[in-house]
């Protein structure tokens, strides 16, 4: 009797390819997220510049741009809650979510502010410069994520790239590279802002991006609402202040943290936040329509280069053994 002949097997995938293949693309959607998170915050700087003004011809206080913004993202974060009736967090939520309002909704902004006031934002980016590396590495340690040594190598390498750039273009200007109080409130800045982001993202595996920094801005309600209030501006602002203010209570307080928490989900903390080492470049070409500065040939060539210390990176980003 013939023999029948054999069904065809189901093609095998002993190595995963299809988990693999979503993990890239998640991986992907991350970093793109990512860079989208850190264009809208870019115009951070100007926006802050423009709102505070500076101790020749002050606008609004530091005081109350930190927690003014604070106040209008948790006012709209708490009609968002309420519309789609959110569950509250857990309790293990409770420290990442903490850490969050500690980081980025009092510390970054309001040292970065302060810093302002005295010094040129080209002198505040060599030190906030140094963010996607202080990110990575408390990123390493708070979410135990390893990277291939390679990695660490490229990270390296943007941050000095960006530094040497923030070093030669405020030199250009005149202003130098003096260490004082406001390169330790930069300092400060770069500290609170890394662990911020770090904790939010944790928050982020379980709650999503648009909660998590919905209930960090919520959170500090009780005790931005009724300051910013306090600290309501007596004297006239200028309708640019005003304008800056309004830039960092929507889109660097709230709808930027959309992007960016999902993005580090997605792509990993420690990969995306690489992408900050793009936000000077960023900050300059915001700054040529806003402040009317020119976009030179070596902001190409240092953003050219930084750009590639990402992309290396993002390869060599596999987990060590």
Do not use: K
Request: proline share 8%; aromatic share 10%.
């Amino acid at each position: 009797m013939n023999p029948q002949p054999a069904l065809p097997l189901p093609p095998l995938d002993p190595a995963g390819t299809g988990a693999a293949e979503r993990r890239r693309r998640d991986e992907t959607r991350g970093m793109w997220l990512g860079v989208l998170g850190v264009a809208m915050f870019a115009a951070t700087l100007p926006m802050t510049r423009l709102a505070t003004g500076t101790q020749d011809a002050p606008q609004l206080s530091p005081w109350f741009l930190t927690l003014g913004r604070a106040a209008l993202a948790g006012l709209l974060s708490a009609a968002v809650l309420l519309a789609v009736r959110a569950p509250l967090p857990r309790r293990h939520h409770w420290l990442p979510l903490g850490m969050g309002v500690a980081g980025n909704v009092l510390g970054y902004p309001l040292l970065l502010a302060i810093a302002l006031r005295t010094v040129p934002s080209s002198h505040a980016a060599v030190v906030t410069a140094l963010m996607p590396l202080a990110t990575a590495a408390i990123a390493a340690l708070v979410l135990r994520q390893r990277a291939a040594r390679g990695f660490w190598w490229c990270a390296v390498a943007g941050a000095a790239l960006v530094v040497l750039f923030a070093v030669l273009r405020a030199a250009r200007a005149g202003h130098g590279f003096l260490p004082g109080l406001p390169d330790l409130l930069l300092a400060g800045a770069v500290l609170t802002g890394s662990l911020g982001y770090v904790y939010g993202a944790r928050a982020t595996a379980e709650l999503g991006a648009e909660r998590t920094i919905c209930w960090i801005t919520v959170l500090s309600l009780p005790a931005t609402l009724p300051c910013a209030l306090w600290l309501w501006p007596q004297q006239p602002v200028a309708a640019s202040a005003w304008g800056g203010f309004l830039y960092c209570g929507l889109f660097s307080m709230w709808i930027g943290f959309f992007a960016w928490y999902r993005g580090l989900a997605l792509g990993g903390t420690l990969r995306v936040s690489q992408t900050q080492l793009l936000q000077p470049f960023f900050a300059i070409l915001f700054a040529v329509p806003l402040l009317g500065e020119p976009l030179e040939p070596v902001t190409l060539l240092f953003a050219g280069g930084v750009i590639a210390t990402v992309l290396l990176g993002r390869r060599l980003a596999r987990p060590a053994p």
